[in-house]
């Protein structure tokens, strides 16, 4: 995903935070999500959100994208 400067953005969509907190989960589950975001070369947030943006697109849910406008591109997989 390329890095583009805030001021050179051309999007629709306004980039917002988004707060979780709370969950909770198995050491086992914890210990495959780290391993596979590592593998990935992400954060273990950015790995889940994109999996969540993964599954809300296989559901037929339509968005820009999920950390820039477009970055989703047409396909369902990302590569993660």
């Known amino acids: 995903m390329p890095i583009i400067p805030t001021r050179q953005r051309k999007q629709k ?7 979780l907190n709370g ?3 198995t050491a086992g589950f914890r210990a495959a999500l780290f ?4 593998r ?3 954060s ?3 790995f889940v959100l994109t999996a969540a943006a993964e599954k809300l697109r296989a559901s ?3 968005f820009a994208g999920v950390f820039e406008s477009g970055d ?3 396909s369902v ?3 993660l």
Do not use: L
Request: aromatic share 0%; no cysteine.
């Open 72 to 74: 989703m591109g047409e």
């Open 13 to 19: 969509d306004p980039i917002v935070n988004v707060m």
């Open 40 to 42: 990935a070369g992400v």
């Open 77 to 79: 997989g990302v590569g």
């Open 60 to 62: 037929g849910n339509q």
């Open 23 to 25: 969950g909770r989960v």
């Open 35 to 38: 391993a596979a975001a590592s």
């Open 44 to 46: 273990v947030n950015e």
